[in-house]
């Protein structure tokens, strides 16, 4: 049952003691001098005080967890340009006119592409800017597909619990393939309810090898939660040799004593009309950027400093941001808040941080990303597609987390994340159908 009680996070898998603002300095008034570093600079552990200006303060405090002896943490370039592919840019072009805000933060109007560009979100003065900021951020448009580990870690220590598999996911609306568009306005498959489907195996440890699961998320999650779907859910499970549905509405539980909760992966995998979004301030920071760490599987012996939980062995790179904080509207939900920082270019999320109900810090989020056209590591590894030659994609291929109450964390890896190119109507039929979970079985 221990197992099962695991389930659910498994799904997840593909797919402030300091409550003042943290206290930013822009390239340009850092002591009027910009950054005490540049490009190609590698920084060791007497060297970070140098990054200070440019991490939130609540990450600055904790540093104890990140930064360590021995360290090599490598400047990237400042502002990169990561920019979507054309298909992406077209489809955002084409349609974000139609989006907008509706009721209890919905989304209405949303075709494909990003539903708010960065160039229509004005921080200071829109008071839906928060809500627009995270609807971008969930727009999807592609397959994908990866191998993760997720590991166990207590004040440094490394606990035999864990898990290994493969995990897919297929985004069933909103493409941006322009043959998509013209035959079902961004579905694959005509009159389609469902937004996505996604699915896992696990192949270790041995007690857990060959649970299966397959969920669907619907269009009608975008809607206001009076009118709003929950995902649906189903597991195979080996020792009971058949199919059972499992519950997701309770995404926000912590899973059978993991740091994470369910809405946590990716900083916020969750719904956003269950929540109040507010746009804080536009800043500077600097966060992994395009990793250079081949990682799990390529290098089970990488580096994450002594805690388990840390990038600091990494290329970072500075990148403009929005802060974004997060209230849940649900007033049981175990957050008082968690605030955000996401890309202005890519909406990929770089930090989070979340607070207990006294309004105490206890959880921080971070991610290493890797930018697809980056072949240094493994060789070609996102695939581009008939469509989508060049995905352009920073895609997250790792969450950390760490419980600074306690010392704990998690570390989940997707290192061989990647794109699944020109997959078959047939074959996206056969995976995403629940029959499929006991077939062979």
Known sequence: MHRIQLLPLLLLLLLATLSAAPSFASEEDAGGM???????????????????????????????FFFFEGMQLEIGPSHHDYAPSKQMKDATDAYHHLARIGPDNSLEGYVAGRAFPTETIDCATDPQAGTKIMWSFRSFGGNGRASFYYSYWDRGEELPLYYEGTGGGIQLAHRI????????????????????????????PFDARGIMLLTYR????????????????????????????ISTAQRTDSISGTDFTMDDLNSFNGVVPQYEWECLGELDIIAPGNTRMAGYPYNEDQSFGPFGLSFAD??????????VRMTPKNGDHPYSYKDIFIDQQTFVPHYSFAYDRKDELWKIIWHAKRWSQDESLTGVWFPGSTEIPEPNALVVVSDLIVNVQTGTGNRIEFWDAHSIPDMSKGKIRRFIDVGRLTKGR
């Open 34 to 64: 910009g950054p005490a570093f540049s490009e190609g600079d590698v920084l060791g552990y007497d060297d970070v005080d140098k990054l200070r200006p440019y991490l939130p303060e609540e990450f600055w405090v904790n540093r104890d």
């Open 177 to 204: 393939e322009p043959s998509y568009l013209e035959a079902n306005g961004g579905d694959i498959f005509r009159n389609e309810k469902r937004k996505s489907a996604s699915g896992v195996e696990v192949v270790a």
């Open 218 to 245: 619907y269009k009608a999650a975008d809607k206001a939660r009076s009118e709003a779907k929950n995902d649906d859910t189903w597991v195979y499970v080996p020792t009971l040799r058949r199919v059972r549905r």
């Open 314 to 323: 990494d290329r970072w790179e500075m990148r403009k941001v929005w802060k």
